[in-house]
């Protein structure tokens, strides 16, 4: 339930309105899923627990099989993608210290989204102005001085 109301309170009206703006810059979609392995994904999910759990059954029972989601309809992208790499630079040309501070539970971004951020990074060669600690617990935004960061 609590998932719910997030999504419904936060992450919807966020997405929504981004994804809005984005295709209307560029009158155009700006997702695409070619080339996405949803049983990969599935297994790489830090929700892959949880989805089991909801299911009560193993996964190979109810995730459709490998060719039902090769002949998924597949989506292009027609111009929202790039005008995201024009406007911003996933570039890792960092030259200040910067403090990557996250929910370990939020869904707006997600850990996996801090960590490709700092792959690019590192890869720039800029690790040591990147820092990075996450507080164990659901939300965005809302750090308190209760609640330590936790160095990862």
Same mark, same amino acid.
């Given at each position: 339930?609590?998932?719910?109301?997030?999504?419904?309170?936060?992450?919807?009206?966020?997405?929504?309105?981004?994804?809005?703006?984005?295709?209307?810059?560029?009158?155009?979609?700006?997702?695409?899923?070619? =080339? #996405?392995?949803?049983?990969?994904?599935?297994?790489?999910?830090?929700?892959?627990?949880?989805?089991?759990? +909801?299911?009560?059954?193993?996964?190979?029972?109810?995730?459709? !099989?490998? *060719? !039902?989601?090769?002949?998924?309809?597949?989506?292009?992208?027609? =111009? =929202?993608? /790039?005008?995201?790499? *024009?406007?911003?630079?996933?570039?890792?040309?960092?030259?200040?210290?910067? +403090?990557?501070? @996250?929910?370990?539970?939020?869904?707006?971004?997600?850990? %996996?989204? &801090?960590?490709?951020?700092? %792959? #690019?990074?590192? &890869?720039? =060669?800029? &690790?040591?102005?990147?820092?990075?600690?996450?507080? /164990?617990?659901?939300?965005? $935004? @809302?750090?308190?001085? @209760?609640?330590?960061?936790?160095? $990862?």
């Amino acid at each position: 339930m609590n998932q719910f109301f997030w999504d419904r309170m936060v992450d919807f009206p966020f997405v929504f309105e981004f994804r809005a703006e984005l295709e209307s810059a560029r009158t155009g979609n700006v997702s695409w899923n070619t =080339g #996405v392995d949803y049983r990969v994904q599935l297994a790489n999910s830090i929700d892959r627990d949880e989805v089991v759990a +909801l299911y009560r059954k193993p996964v190979s029972v109810w995730m459709p !099989t490998s *060719e !039902t989601l090769q002949n998924a309809v597949r989506v292009v992208p027609t =111009g =929202g993608r /790039s005008l995201s790499r *024009e406007k911003y630079h996933f570039n890792g040309e960092i030259h200040i210290p910067v +403090l990557d501070s @996250a929910y370990q539970g939020r869904r707006l971004v997600v850990v %996996q989204d &801090e960590s490709a951020y700092k %792959q #690019v990074v590192d &890869e720039a =060669g800029n &690790e040591e102005f990147l820092r990075r600690a996450f507080v /164990s617990r659901a939300g965005h $935004c @809302a750090f308190t001085p @209760a609640k330590p960061l936790l160095p $990862c």
